[in-house]
């Protein structure tokens, strides 16, 4: 390789690096030390969150809220599936309701968004 073949590798080497210091700068939210950023979509859909046994992967706890009652129990066959590109849509990480796939969200052709759900032990 000669010299100036060199070049356009160089300049983008320096674009890539440039362009990813501008989207960490100022892509990800700002947020206080030792907090940790959280997604719009899943603070508005906290109450997705499904129980293991008697705990819950996040911190369900709210004193003040009204106490829940069981509406109707089910047997269910439960199944897992990962949320790769060939077995979903064109966005594999984001739900049919918006938010994010984390641990806690669950999947169900039968039950509205929001649905909160108790996995016996």
């Known amino acids: 390789m000669n010299t100036y073949s060199k070049f356009p590798i160089l300049f983008m080497f320096l674009g890539i690096s440039l ?19 959280v997604n719009p979509p899943d603070v508005l859909i906290q109450s997705q969150i499904a129980l293991l046994g008697e705990n ?31 077995e979903t849509d064109d966005s594999p990480f984001i739900t049919a309701s918006g938010a994010w796939v984390r641990d806690g969200i669950i999947a169900n052709n039968y039950l509205p968004f929001g649905t909160k759900v108790r996995m016996p032990e």
Do not use: N
């Not at 109707?72 to 439960?78: F, G, M």
């Open 19 to 37: 362009s990813g210091m501008l989207i960490f700068e100022f892509g990800l939210p700002k947020t206080e030390a030792g907090s940790i950023p």
């Open 56 to 86: 819950a992967l996040i911190s369900t706890s709210d004193p003040s809220g009204p106490e829940l009652k069981v509406v109707q129990k089910l047997p269910v066959i439960i199944t897992a599936y990962s949320s790769t590109v060939w």
